[in-house]
């Protein structure tokens, strides 16, 4: 089978992009062909060399670096399908499928997707509308309430409320009647806790609500719950399944607990700092309450229309063990030291398998939509 790695990306995960899509490629089944293809910060998509393929999947600690090859510049092609699914130059060629490891803005949000779906290729991992809703946390709250699964208390502010001096002093009044210092900000649609904060006080919560408009324009404002941290992986197509293909089915792994050493878990905490967290899985927990976190983790990938995988994770306050689902990740990371494959691997489902059951999925997914109706 031929293989579009797609990777890097113009988010601020571009870097995480380059290891996580270097471990997946080394983990890809040998019988299959990968196609490197970078995406820039600028977003220029550049296939890259079987050199460069080679040397990542040689070297377990090594990740892809970009090459800038104006001769290699790739562009996708809408209606190419798998025959004229990219174009270099005047020529075209295929793939079978595409395997997107773009994490952030223009790589888990649905912008990609769409592209994905215009070329019609089958690709890995959530649709448009899931992606899209999933990138959105307060989108991702509101209908997870809805569903009647309990989401951490906040406050949704958006850039125009900044104009209006009066409107912005209530959401600060009402940040602090309502939820009480500690207060956790954080844009809505940003990853690796780009742009997030921990305000103590006014002042501090000042300072983070500008800090967190300068990725996104819209923010929440949340209870910061002291918190144990708990995710759990997620993969099915529940959406589609008939029963006919076992990796349809809607599967979770863990959860697992991370223990971060710093104020939270944070963007150091999880890329640079290797003594930044500590990773248990499973977590340490009663069956009973690891059951109810599969099962809840499920329940919450069904409400939104998920396909392919997620991580979902989770609080439980220390205070009083009120368990809290906090945001569903359409993309997580794929590093050698991520949880989302780590969980997999502790329950069964080695790295490798896990590409080939994700790759199956999108295969399987594309299919029967392929079969619906579109026109008269």
Same mark, same amino acid.
């Given at each position: 089978?031929?293989? #579009?790695?797609?990777?890097?990306?113009?988010?601020?995960?571009?870097?995480?992009?380059?290891?996580?899509?270097?471990?997946?490629?080394?983990?890809?089944?040998?019988?299959?062909?990968?196609?490197?293809?970078?995406?820039?910060?600028?977003?220029?998509?550049? +296939?890259?060399? !079987?050199?460069?393929?080679?040397?990542?999947?040689?070297?377990?600690?090594?990740?892809?670096?970009?090459?800038?090859?104006?001769?290699?510049?790739?562009?996708?092609?809408?209606?190419?399908?798998?025959?004229?699914?990219?174009?270099?130059?005047?020529?075209?060629?295929?793939?079978?499928?595409?395997?997107?490891?773009?994490?952030?803005?223009?790589?888990?949000?649905?912008?990609?997707?769409?592209?994905?779906? @215009?070329?019609?290729?089958?690709?890995?991992?959530?649709?448009?509308?899931?992606?899209?809703?999933?990138?959105?946390?307060?989108?991702?709250?509101?209908?997870?309430?809805?569903?009647?699964?309990?989401?951490?208390?906040? +406050?949704?502010?958006?850039? %125009?409320?900044?104009?209006?001096?009066?409107?912005?002093?209530?959401?600060?009044?009402?940040?602090?009647?309502?939820?009480?210092?500690?207060?956790?900000?954080?844009?809505?649609?940003?990853?690796?806790?780009?742009?997030?904060?921990?305000?103590?006080?006014?002042?501090?919560?000042?300072?983070?609500? @500008?800090?967190?408009? +300068?990725?996104?324009?819209?923010?929440?404002?949340?209870?910061?719950?002291?918190?144990?941290?708990?995710?759990?992986?997620?993969?099915? !197509?529940?959406?589609?399944?008939?029963?006919?293909?076992?990796?349809?089915?809607?599967?979770?792994?863990?959860?697992?607990?991370? #223990?971060?050493?710093?104020?939270?878990?944070?963007?150091?905490?999880?890329?640079?700092?290797? !003594?930044?967290?500590?990773?248990?899985?499973?977590? !340490?927990?009663?069956?009973?309450?690891?059951?109810?976190?599969?099962?809840?983790?499920?329940?919450?990938?069904?409400?939104?229309?998920? %396909?392919? +995988?997620?991580?979902?994770?989770?609080?439980?306050?220390?205070?009083?063990?009120?368990?809290?689902?906090?945001?569903?990740?359409? @993309?997580?990371?794929?590093?050698?030291?991520?949880?989302?494959?780590?969980?997999?691997?502790?329950?069964?489902?080695?790295?490798?398998?896990?590409?080939?059951?994700? @790759?199956?999925?999108?295969?399987?997914?594309?299919?029967?939509?392929?079969?619906?109706?579109?026109?008269?």
């Amino acid at each position: 089978m031929k293989i #579009a790695l797609v990777y890097g990306g113009k988010s601020g995960e571009h870097e995480i992009s380059l290891v996580s899509a270097a471990a997946v490629a080394r983990n890809i089944a040998p019988e299959h062909e990968i196609f490197p293809i970078a995406i820039t910060k600028s977003g220029r998509w550049f +296939l890259q060399s !079987n050199d460069e393929l080679e040397k990542v999947k040689s070297d377990n600690k090594a990740h892809f670096k970009i090459e800038e090859d104006d001769s290699k510049e790739v562009l996708p092609v809408p209606a190419g399908g798998t025959e004229r699914t990219f174009k270099i130059g005047n020529d075209f060629f295929g793939v079978d499928i595409v395997f997107p490891v773009l994490h952030g803005t223009f790589g888990e949000d649905g912008t990609i997707q769409g592209l994905f779906e @215009m070329v019609d290729v089958p690709y890995v991992g959530c649709g448009v509308c899931a992606s899209a809703i999933t990138m959105d946390k307060e989108k991702t709250k509101s209908l997870l309430a809805q569903a009647g699964i309990p989401v951490v208390p906040g +406050l949704c502010m958006r850039r %125009s409320d900044l104009a209006d001096w009066q409107r912005y002093d209530e959401f600060l009044e009402n940040a602090q009647n309502e939820l009480g210092f500690p207060l956790f900000v954080k844009p809505c649609s940003a990853g690796s806790s780009d742009g997030a904060s921990l305000a103590k006080d006014l002042q501090h919560l000042n300072g983070a609500i @500008m800090e967190a408009f +300068l990725w996104d324009d819209k923010i929440l404002i949340e209870k910061a719950i002291d918190a144990r941290e708990i995710e759990c992986s997620v993969t099915g !197509n529940p959406t589609t399944d008939d029963g006919s293909a076992d990796f349809e089915a809607t599967t979770a792994y863990g959860p697992g607990e991370i #223990a971060p050493k710093h104020d939270f878990y944070d963007y150091d905490a999880k890329y640079n700092d290797p !003594n930044g967290a500590e990773l248990l899985i499973p977590a !340490n927990l009663v069956e009973e309450k690891l059951q109810e976190i599969r099962t809840i983790a499920k329940r919450a990938y069904t409400a939104l229309d998920l %396909s392919g +995988l997620s991580r979902v994770d989770f609080f439980i306050d220390r205070k009083d063990g009120t368990l809290y689902l906090n945001e569903i990740n359409s @993309m997580p990371g794929f590093t050698q030291i991520s949880m989302f494959p780590k969980m997999c691997e502790k329950f069964n489902l080695n790295f490798q398998d896990l590409t080939t059951l994700l @790759m199956n999925e999108a295969l399987k997914r594309f299919k029967k939509t392929r079969e619906l109706c579109t026109s008269r």
